[in-house]
């Protein structure tokens, strides 16, 4: 039996969410509905405001995992256990609540075939960090790093890699607990998964700025896309709500959201 082709995938460990992530399901559910939407909760999670708020709009489902803070987190995603939940999907796209998708775009993505594509991240803080000493070890940052809060993968992929280099993981994260480091999934992807296979592809910068944007730290001017200009946005967009709100602000609203009475809450990763 071939593998269903894709399924969103929405991480999620409050009983109710935030106002503004409301905003961002709801976004969802309207736009990628013909697809199934997987719900990946903490273990003991009452689910059923999700429940009652997707009722009627797409076809959900929860998968259950014991995972509690944005530590644990990040580790469940390097985890071949994770994956394995979903080889019956060629891909999943994972679309946290702070993501904003702006129309169906998922199949054409899908049809491209990249193992990897993550939200471009528009932070000067990981911009141009080559210095002497990684040039001298042969050390490169990529050409980007795709945030993994609005990103798709390639199941068997990610299994393979994370089965077969799983003990490359594990001293990985047991290296970084000793130092005290903390830990971003999305960066580890970019830069150890095409050291670890050969064969692991990602888009070149000027795709994947159509796919996604997580834009933090940038000057406006020089983004690939503006707010004025909705031919101009990419698929969708990770973290509207912490990062440049005022910017992603007059976006949203044009969506028939209204944003100016919302409490700007952030969902806490305890």
């Known amino acids: 039996m071939q593998n269903k082709l894709v399924t969103v995938v929405i991480p999620i460990h409050l009983e109710e ?3 503004l992530e409301k905003i961002s399901l709801a976004q969802t559910l309207s736009v990628l509905h013909n697809f199934p939407i997987t719900f990946m909760a903490t273990a003991n999670l009452d689910t059923s405001w999700y429940e009652n708020f997707c ?5 959900i489902t929860f998968e259950r995992f014991d995972w509690k803070g ?4 990040g580790e469940l995603m ?3 256990l994770f994956y394995k939940r979903f080889l019956n999907y060629q891909y999943m796209l994972i679309c946290h609540l702070d993501a904003f998708v702006f129309r169906n775009e998922l199949e054409k993505w899908c049809d491209l075939g990249y193992d990897y594509i993550g939200s471009v991240i528009y932070n000067t803080f990981w911009h141009g960090r080559d ?3 990684h040039k001298l070890a042969g050390f490169k940052y ?3 790093f795709g945030n993994g809060g609005f990103a798709l993968k390639k199941v068997s992929t990610f299994y393979r890699i994370t089965f077969e280099h799983r003990r490359y993981i594990a001293f990985f994260h047991w290296v970084r607990k000793l130092r005290k480091q903390g830990f971003l999934n999305d960066l580890f992807f970019c830069q150890h998964f095409p050291k670890l296979s050969s064969s692991f592809s990602m888009p070149p910068k000027h795709i994947a700025q159509q796919f996604g944007a997580a834009y933090e730290n940038w000057p406006e001017t020089d983004l690939p896309f503006n707010n004025r200009q909705t031919n101009s ?4 967009i990770h973290g509207w709500i912490q990062y440049q709100f005022d910017f992603w602000k007059p976006v949203i609203s044009r969506y028939k959201y209204q944003l100016d009475d919302v409490n700007k809450e952030l969902t806490p990763w305890t």
């Open 17 to 19: 969410p935030p106002e």
């Open 55 to 59: 009722r009627g709009k797409a076809v």
């Open 70 to 73: 944005h530590g644990p987190f």
């Open 78 to 80: 390097t985890s071949h």
């Open 131 to 133: 210095g002497i000493i």
């Open 142 to 144: 990529p050409e980007y």
């Open 233 to 236: 946005l990419p698929f969708g």
